[in-house]
């Protein structure tokens, strides 16, 4: 029997320690490499040859779901199952968007996974029935691209100067842009934006 060769992107490293545990233990699957970081995922991939790359959607220097992405253009045969803490509907709809093939509670059985991994290397999609309901009647984000851009920045920490800085635009009009973003979204504050566009998968 040929084994599923997979690659394991999360950066806690007991986790991943024990996920490789977990993985090992079932005599069809192989993890052939593991990484801490999103950015490091294709280059890796590229190397090693998995058939399925199991991801942690929030990994430092890329996303898990950007990391499909662009593991899904460069190698279009290694599938990605994205394991994730919140089931957020409109995160499952991105990672969707995004040619995933899985997407996976952390807390589910060790089983699942296993088993999850075989049927995204079979080719199936693997998506929780009830996430994949809620995803479907998520309403789409009323932000524009550039708004997006924004409050992504925002929520990351940055001033109004330094987005202003970095996307070549006056501090006025960043401000601007923040205040369409609280009135779009009936939040409180700017604070209160993020937590309710991050809740909905609409900023990773």
């Given at each position: 029997?040929?084994?599923?060769?997979?690659?394991?992107?999360?950066d806690?490293?007991m986790?991943?320690?024990?996920?490789?545990?977990?993985?090992?233990?079932?005599?069809?699957?192989?993890?052939?490499?593991?990484?801490?970081r999103?950015?490091?995922?294709?280059?890796?991939?590229?190397?090693?040859?998995?058939?399925?790359?199991?991801?942690?959607?929030?990994?430092?220097?890329?996303?898990?779901?950007?990391?499909?992405?662009?593991?899904?253009?460069?190698?279009?045969?290694?599938?990605?199952?994205?394991?994730?803490?919140?089931?957020?509907?409109?995160?499952?709809?991105?990672?969707?968007?995004?040619?995933?093939?899985?997407?996976?509670?952390?807390?589910?059985?060790?089983?699942?996974l296993?088993?999850?991994?075989?049927?995204?290397?079979?080719?199936?999609?693997?998506?929780?029935?009830?996430?994949?309901?809620?995803?479907?009647?998520?309403?789409?984000?009323?932000?524009?691209?550039?708004?997006?851009?924004?409050?992504?920045?925002?929520?990351?920490?940055?001033?109004?100067?330094?987005?202003?800085?970095?996307?070549?635009?006056?501090?006025?009009?960043?401000?601007?842009?923040?205040?369409?973003?609280?009135?779009?979204?009936?939040?409180?504050?700017?604070?209160?934006?993020?937590?309710?566009a991050?809740?909905?998968?609409?900023?990773?």
């Amino acid at each position: 029997m040929l084994s599923v060769r997979i690659l394991l992107a999360e950066d806690v490293h007991m986790i991943r320690g024990a996920l490789i545990a977990l993985l090992e233990l079932e005599p069809d699957l192989e993890v052939v490499a593991s990484v801490d970081r999103g950015d490091l995922i294709v280059e890796t991939a590229l190397r090693t040859g998995p058939d399925v790359a199991v991801i942690d959607i929030d990994l430092p220097g890329s996303d898990g779901i950007t990391a499909a992405a662009e593991l899904h253009e460069r190698l279009p045969a290694c599938r990605a199952l994205i394991l994730t803490n919140l089931g957020r509907p409109g995160t499952v709809r991105r990672a969707l968007s995004a040619h995933v093939s899985g997407f996976l509670l952390k807390d589910a059985p060790p089983s699942q996974l296993a088993q999850a991994v075989r049927s995204v290397a079979a080719g199936q999609r693997v998506v929780d029935p009830q996430l994949a309901l809620s995803a479907w009647e998520a309403s789409d984000s009323p932000l524009s691209p550039r708004e997006t851009q924004v409050l992504r920045m925002a929520a990351r920490g940055a001033d109004a100067d330094e987005i202003a800085g970095t996307l070549y635009l006056t501090t006025g009009t960043v401000r601007n842009y923040l205040t369409a973003i609280v009135s779009k979204l009936n939040a409180r504050n700017r604070i209160d934006a993020i937590r309710i566009a991050e809740e909905a998968g609409w900023i990773p």
